[in-house]
């Protein structure tokens, strides 16, 4: 006898979904899976049987065949558990399949027959409603995150039993209601430090908001203990709340990502911070399962590389493409991801390998060609990808006097964002160089005089076009629709540095 049920798998970030045909035939005793799974689906074999039996039901004593269809694409993980189960209790007798059609079955089964949460539930969850599912029954600790999903009714169960009760009409599962969106004015942020505990640093926060209000990639350099991780771990408390759309897209990362999510409204932008000793593929994500790296976690927010020139060198590089493109593309045999890796970039480093070349008062012990060599660790490509950068030095005044809270800060940084929002659709960052005319603000003449100044500071087209956006940005922050001179020389006076420099 034949049973077919849907489930679905991940493929990159995003869910395909999978048709479970389950045959019961006479032969050898035995339980085959085919359609290209993998080693986590072909451990389901000794995971259902037992899950079966010990929920009180029978394992066929025939040959039963599994296929995942469509057969030529790669499955991975342990969600397609319960859709074979089912469709082995179905095409076996034991339970009538009526109601399978429009229902989409999502799980990891434990050895008891209990079920236990899979990674990637959203995008498992979408793909299903795509194929037509009306109905999802998931394990209950994917409920909410799952409930999210709008346009199909969602069911939570704790075992293979209460999905089989469910299904035969015996005792209905309950529907898991999706949760209530969350609207407000910004909220800090209770693990960023506060602008406010700064002490001095008046240009590094001035250059750290411009970065904030307009998305751009900021380095900071400079000695031990002058700030530089501290302003750059405070931008998590500066940055505005996630629009709808973009939450979708961080929850269903963090989903894949094995990280869980919250309700839509409610999500903060993503922060991430990973240590220097991080690999390439962790960084910007890989692997033979396809997974979201550091990269994509901080897609819609910012990522924090501390200690920047101590990370591989191979990482580092490898984020241009996303720091161009907005994703991480990953080619394999069986096809070619595409991850989004839309991030505000952060640097900190000192600038030599004791910290202290440069600094008054203090005697740098490393030598020139290791100086040189430690720089050119943030290779020429990367540095003309930056934005902005501010050398800071140790403070020697401003240890009095009032300073700006983070909230206070973040109030303008808002305001900046909506005014790109509505003039543009997007950051400033993100601004290409045909958008630089004078619907924008940018006449003519100022134009030129941007031309002239790449001219004498030997600037490449990319730093001229970054220029140009930061000064969009300086003139958003202080409320204007034209860039002014003033604003360029600004933007221009922060500009990045060669190595050499």
Request: some cysteine.
């Amino acid at each position: 006898m034949l049973a077919t049920a849907l489930s679905a798998s991940i493929a990159g970030v995003d869910g395909v979904p999978v048709r479970v045909e389950v045959d019961v035939a006479f032969g050898l005793p035995g339980l085959t899976i085919v359609g290209l799974a993998g080693s986590a689906v072909l451990e389901a074999r000794e995971r259902v049987r037992a899950a079966v039996r010990n929920s009180e039901f029978a394992v066929p004593d025939r040959r039963i065949t599994v296929n995942l269809a469509p057969a030529d694409l790669p499955k991975e993980g342990t969600g397609h558990d319960l859709a074979i189960g089912i469709a082995i209790l179905v095409a076996s007798g034991q339970l009538d399949g009526e109601r399978l059609p429009g229902t989409a079955l999502i799980g990891e089964l434990a050895l008891d027959g209990g079920l236990r949460p899979v990674p990637g539930i959203l995008a498992l969850v979408a793909a299903a409603r795509a194929a037509g599912a009306r109905s999802i029954i998931v394990p209950a600790g994917n409920a909410p995150e799952a409930a999210a999903t709008n346009g199909v009714a969602v069911h939570a169960a704790d075992s293979l039993r209460a999905v089989v009760r469910h299904l035969a009409g015996v005792e209905p599962l309950v529907e898991v209601g999706p949760p209530g969106p969350l609207r407000g004015e910004h909220q800090a942020r209770l693990d960023a430090p506060d602008l406010a505990s700064v002490v001095g640093q008046r240009v590094a926060r001035r250059v750290l908001e411009i970065a904030v209000a307009g998305r751009h990639n900021l380095a900071m350099s400079g000695p031990p203990g002058v700030g530089k991780t501290l302003l750059a771990r405070a931008v998590a408390g500066l940055l505005p709340r996630l629009e709808d759309d973009e939450a979708d897209e961080v929850r269903r990362i963090h989903s894949v990502a094995g990280l869980g999510a919250r309700p839509i409204g409610s999500m903060q932008r993503p922060f991430r911070a990973p240590h220097h000793t991080i690999s390439t593929q962790a960084l910007v994500g890989g692997g033979p399962r396809v997974r979201p790296g550091e990269a994509s976690l901080a897609h819609r927010g910012a990522l924090l590389l501390d200690e920047t020139l101590q990370f591989r060198t191979d990482a580092l590089d490898a984020l241009r493409g996303p720091l161009d493109s907005g994703c991480v593309t990953i080619a394999r045999v069986d096809g070619v991801r595409a991850i989004p890796a839309r991030f505000m970039l952060v640097a900190a480093y000192n600038p030599c390998p004791c910290g202290w070349a440069g600094v008054d008062g203090h005697v740098c012990g490393c030598e020139d060609g290791a100086r040189r060599r430690y720089q050119a660790r943030l290779s020429g490509p990367m540095r003309d990808r930056l934005d902005l950068h501010v050398p800071l030095a140790p403070v020697v005044s401003g240890l009095r006097g009032r300073r700006e809270s983070s909230a206070e800060v973040a109030r303008r940084i808002g305001v900046a964002w909506e005014l790109q929002r509505r003039r543009q659709g997007g950051a400033n960052s993100a601004l290409g160089a045909d958008a630089l005319d004078a619907r924008l603000g940018f006449e003519p003449r100022l134009l030129a005089l941007l031309e002239r100044r790449g001219r004498q500071l030997g600037l490449s087209l990319r730093r001229l076009h970054r220029a140009a956006r930061v000064a969009r940005t300086i003139a958003d922050l202080e409320g204007s629709s034209e860039v002014s001179r003033d604003h360029l020389d600004e933007a221009l006076l922060h500009r990045p540095k060669d190595a050499a420099a």
